[in-house]
């Protein structure tokens, strides 16, 4: 099995989790209807992965699209480049342990 799948699938459930449980149970229900000739439990399976992509899809869009407008944003300090500025001094440890 491929080990990008399982990560795949544990993002998504992290993203959206109530979807994901929707697509799940739906499947899961279709599965049993489709192989047990109950087509009641098959159709409610479908619709309920239907309800959960639909509700992925409402999510999707009541996120905020990103700004295409490139936005300044006020610089506080000089950009510079690594080589212009000095290194932090190393900071030694003394040996002599304090007492207690």
Same mark, same amino acid.
């Given at each position: 099995?491929?080990? @990008?799948?399982? =990560?795949?699938? =544990?993002?998504?459930?992290? =993203?959206?989790?109530?979807?994901?449980?929707?697509? &799940?149970? #739906?499947?899961?229900?279709?599965?049993?209807?489709? +192989? #047990?000739?109950?087509?009641?439990?098959? @159709?409610? #399976?479908?619709?309920?992965? #239907?309800? @959960?992509?639909?509700?992925?899809?409402?999510? +999707?869009? *009541? *996120?905020?699209?990103?700004? &295409?407008?490139?936005?300044?944003?006020?610089?506080?300090?000089?950009? !510079?480049? !690594?080589?212009?500025?000095?290194?932090?001094?190393?900071?030694?440890?003394?040996?002599?342990?304090?007492?207690?």
């Amino acid at each position: 099995m491929n080990a @990008a799948i399982p =990560k795949l699938i =544990k993002s998504a459930y992290r =993203k959206e989790p109530l979807p994901s449980i929707l697509v &799940t149970m #739906g499947a899961v229900d279709a599965v049993i209807g489709g +192989l #047990g000739d109950r087509w009641s439990l098959f @159709a409610f #399976g479908l619709v309920t992965v #239907g309800i @959960a992509i639909g509700l992925r899809w409402w999510l +999707l869009q *009541q *996120q905020r699209p990103y700004p &295409t407008e490139s936005v300044n944003t006020p610089r506080y300090l000089p950009p !510079s480049s !690594s080589s212009s500025h000095q290194a932090l001094p190393v900071l030694k440890v003394s040996k002599k342990r304090p007492r207690h």
